[in-house]
């Protein structure tokens, strides 16, 4: 299955923004992230910008990422092999 990378909240924040994820608004260190699809239809992540992420928080990341983002494509951005 691969290992986490070690990630800061600013780097998943940029992978996110490569499948068309906006900042949309910042309270304390918590980014919510947004992209529209479809009709209209938003889909919401929220990324703590903290200098490294726990591997539990990554992982919780990714989990609710794959419902956005099919995971072979988001799983060469989190994982090393």
């Known amino acids: 299955m691969g290992k ?11 992978i996110l923004r490569e499948f068309g994820f906006v900042p949309v608004s910042q309270r304390g260190s918590h980014m919510k992230l947004r992209r529209v699809v479809g009709q209209g239809q938003t889909q919401s992540l929220t990324v703590p ?10 992982q919780a990341l990714f989990r609710q990422a794959c419902r956005f983002i099919p995971e072979e494509e988001l799983r060469h951005w989190l994982f090393v092999d």
């Open 4 to 14: 986490l990378r070690t990630l800061s909240g600013d780097e998943v924040v940029a």
């Open 49 to 58: 910008r903290h200098r490294e992420l726990d591997r539990g928080t990554l």
